[in-house]
Nanobody, 120 residues
Framework: VQLQAYGGGLVQPGGSRRLSCAVS????????MGWYRQAPGKQRELVAR???????NYGVAVKGRFTISRDNAKNTVYLQMNNLKPEDTAVYYC???????????????WGQGTQVTVSS
Protein backbone atom coordinates (compact mmCIF):
# COMPACT_ATOMS: atom_id res chain seq x y z
CA VAL A 1 0.00 0.00 0.00
CA GLN A 2 1.35 3.42 -0.96
CA LEU A 3 0.13 6.91 -0.27
CA GLN A 4 1.10 9.61 -2.73
CA ALA A 5 0.50 13.21 -1.73
CA TYR A 6 0.26 16.09 -4.20
CA GLY A 7 -0.29 19.81 -4.13
CA GLY A 8 2.31 21.29 -1.88
CA GLY A 9 4.23 24.41 -2.77
CA LEU A 10 4.70 28.09 -2.06
CA VAL A 11 1.61 30.21 -1.45
CA GLN A 12 1.14 33.77 -0.30
CA PRO A 13 -0.56 34.60 2.99
CA GLY A 14 -4.30 34.67 2.54
CA GLY A 15 -4.07 32.32 -0.42
CA SER A 16 -5.48 28.86 -0.96
CA ARG A 17 -4.07 25.46 -1.76
CA ARG A 18 -5.51 22.00 -2.28
CA LEU A 19 -3.69 18.87 -1.26
CA SER A 20 -4.55 15.42 -2.57
CA CYS A 21 -3.46 12.01 -1.39
CA ALA A 22 -4.15 8.86 -3.37
CA VAL A 23 -3.95 5.38 -1.88
CA SER A 24 -2.70 2.69 -4.22
CA UNK A 25 -2.06 -1.01 -3.83
CA UNK A 26 -4.10 -3.74 -2.30
CA UNK A 27 -6.16 -2.61 0.66
CA UNK A 28 -9.34 -4.30 1.84
CA UNK A 29 -11.01 -1.32 3.51
CA UNK A 30 -10.26 2.21 4.65
CA UNK A 31 -11.70 3.70 7.82
CA UNK A 32 -10.18 7.06 8.64
CA MET A 33 -8.25 9.23 6.20
CA GLY A 34 -6.49 12.31 7.38
CA TRP A 35 -3.78 14.92 7.27
CA TYR A 36 -1.12 15.74 9.82
CA ARG A 37 1.60 18.34 9.66
CA GLN A 38 4.97 18.95 11.19
CA ALA A 39 6.74 22.29 11.31
CA PRO A 40 10.47 22.57 12.02
CA GLY A 41 11.18 22.03 15.69
CA LYS A 42 7.60 21.05 16.46
CA GLN A 43 5.74 17.81 16.98
CA ARG A 44 3.51 16.35 14.34
CA GLU A 45 -0.06 17.51 14.85
CA LEU A 46 -3.46 16.60 13.52
CA VAL A 47 -4.77 18.88 10.81
CA ALA A 48 -7.98 17.06 9.90
CA ARG A 49 -9.39 13.61 9.47
CA UNK A 50 -12.52 12.09 8.02
CA UNK A 51 -14.22 8.79 8.71
CA UNK A 52 -15.70 6.35 6.23
CA UNK A 53 -19.06 7.84 7.14
CA UNK A 54 -17.80 11.39 6.38
CA UNK A 55 -17.58 12.52 9.99
CA UNK A 56 -14.82 15.08 10.30
CA ASN A 57 -12.69 16.63 12.97
CA TYR A 58 -10.14 19.41 12.71
CA GLY A 59 -7.21 20.76 14.62
CA VAL A 60 -8.00 23.96 16.49
CA ALA A 61 -5.53 25.99 14.43
CA VAL A 62 -7.21 25.22 11.11
CA LYS A 63 -10.87 24.96 11.99
CA GLY A 64 -12.96 27.20 9.78
CA ARG A 65 -10.21 27.59 7.20
CA PHE A 66 -9.47 24.04 6.04
CA THR A 67 -11.88 21.46 4.67
CA ILE A 68 -11.21 17.75 4.36
CA SER A 69 -13.07 15.50 1.96
CA ARG A 70 -12.66 12.06 0.42
CA ASP A 71 -13.55 10.17 -2.72
CA ASN A 72 -14.01 6.54 -1.75
CA ALA A 73 -14.20 5.37 -5.36
CA LYS A 74 -10.71 6.78 -5.94
CA ASN A 75 -9.31 6.05 -2.47
CA THR A 76 -8.29 9.67 -2.32
CA VAL A 77 -8.43 12.28 0.41
CA TYR A 78 -8.31 16.01 -0.16
CA LEU A 79 -7.47 19.00 1.99
CA GLN A 80 -8.71 22.38 0.84
CA MET A 81 -6.74 25.07 2.64
CA ASN A 82 -8.03 28.63 2.58
CA ASN A 83 -6.83 31.85 4.17
CA LEU A 84 -3.39 30.37 4.67
CA LYS A 85 -1.10 31.89 7.27
CA PRO A 86 2.68 31.75 7.68
CA GLU A 87 2.17 29.51 10.71
CA ASP A 88 0.61 26.91 8.40
CA THR A 89 4.05 26.34 6.93
CA ALA A 90 4.92 22.69 7.48
CA VAL A 91 5.35 19.31 5.87
CA TYR A 92 1.89 17.83 5.43
CA TYR A 93 1.50 14.07 5.73
CA CYS A 94 -1.50 12.05 4.70
CA UNK A 95 -2.55 9.16 6.88
CA UNK A 96 -4.90 6.26 6.37
CA UNK A 97 -6.30 3.79 8.87
CA UNK A 98 -7.10 0.70 6.83
CA UNK A 99 -7.27 -3.08 6.79
CA UNK A 100 -4.85 -4.83 4.40
CA UNK A 101 -7.19 -7.84 4.10
CA UNK A 102 -10.42 -9.14 5.57
CA UNK A 103 -8.40 -11.29 7.96
CA UNK A 104 -6.33 -8.49 9.43
CA UNK A 105 -7.05 -5.61 11.74
CA UNK A 106 -6.60 -1.94 11.00
CA UNK A 107 -3.21 -0.35 10.73
CA UNK A 108 -1.77 3.07 9.97
CA UNK A 109 -0.30 3.99 6.62
CA TRP A 110 1.63 7.22 5.98
CA GLY A 111 2.51 9.19 2.89
CA GLN A 112 5.90 10.73 2.27
CA GLY A 113 4.85 14.30 3.05
CA THR A 114 4.48 17.39 0.94
CA GLN A 115 5.90 20.80 1.85
CA VAL A 116 3.57 23.77 2.14
CA THR A 117 5.24 27.14 2.59
CA VAL A 118 3.20 30.24 3.26
CA SER A 119 5.25 33.34 2.62
CA SER A 120 5.16 36.62 0.75
Amino acid sequence: VQLQAYGGGLVQPGGSRRLSCAVSGSIFSINFMGWYRQAPGKQRELVARISSGDSTNYGVAVKGRFTISRDNAKNTVYLQMNNLKPEDTAVYYCNVDGRPSRWEGGRDYWGQGTQVTVSS
